[in-house]
């Protein structure tokens, strides 16, 4: 007996449900490949980084920017480090003796980036920790400035210039002291009219700029500060030059 002969139109719809029903198999066996990842690698890998823990140093008290850090004003917790922002100290010693770099407030998580060996600058804590001061002043002509010829670290003696009048208010002509404190005096920086400084515009730092000097910043005691402003407001300012004293530290 002869079997029915299937036509080929009937043979189309056959295989095009196979096709379906495999790729419906295929889609089902990656999404169960991709649950299984999820649910027993990803998942428990989450879970273990929020769980994780750590014993970080922390602030016992409230310390204020430039002051140290001491023993009493930290305490060592153990925490959740997940999500923490920033490398934690671990060790009390690392941090014990340094000095705060910004204000910490009570229960403050110490990260390495708000303490070091300086407040701020090295150079300006270095000057306020011997004692000294920086003062600006105004120099009114390229001659008392000596133009182009002073650089950073440079010793100056300092002249106060002041013109003289008699008892009807004629002008005497001009005197100039020399006062001892001025003698010697170490240059901090140089800056111009627009207070850049003029030795980022020789560089080449500050294009366009205008590099004849404005004001002298010295390194200077309280008494040689005093002398400086009592100069520039009695009269003018006048530096001579001494010696190349190098880079200022």
Not at 63 to 83: C, F, H, N, Q, V
Not at 182 to 198: C, F, H, P
């Amino acid at each position: 007996m002869k079997m029915p002969r299937i036509s080929k139109k009937e043979d189309k719809p056959l295989k095009s449900g196979r096709k379906r029903i495999l790729n419906r198999k295929v889609k089902a066996i990656i999404c169960f490949v991709v649950a299984f990842v999820i649910a027993f690698v990803v998942w428990p890998m989450a879970m273990k980084q929020q769980a994780e823990t750590g014993t970080v140093a922390v602030a016992s008290n409230a310390i204020a920017r430039g002051d140290e850090i001491r023993a009493s004003d930290i305490t060592m917790k153990t925490i959740g480090t997940y999500g923490i922002d920033g490398d934690y100290i671990t060790d009390k010693d690392e941090i014990i003796g340094k000095i705060a770099k910004v204000d910490i407030v009570k229960n403050d998580i110490i990260l390495k980036d708000k303490f070091g060996n300086y407040a701020g600058d090295p150079i300006i804590d270095s000057i306020v920790g011997a004692d000294k001061r920086l003062v600006t002043v105004t120099v009114k002509t390229n001659a008392a400035g000596l133009a182009s010829h002073i650089e950073k670290g440079d010793i100056l003696n300092v002249s106060c210039v002041s013109e003289t009048t008699d008892e009807f208010g004629n002008s005497n002509g001009i005197q100039v002291l020399n006062f001892p404190e001025l003698k010697n005096m170490v240059v901090y920086d140089i800056e111009n009219a627009e207070t850049q400084s003029v030795e980022e515009v020789r560089s080449g730092k500050e294009a366009n700029s205008d590099p004849i000097i404005n004001t002298i910043t010295f390194i200077a005691t309280e008494d040689q500060v005093n002398k400086l402003l009592e100069c520039e407001y009695k009269g003018s300012i006048h530096v001579s030059f001494v010696k190349r004293g190098g880079t200022v530290e």
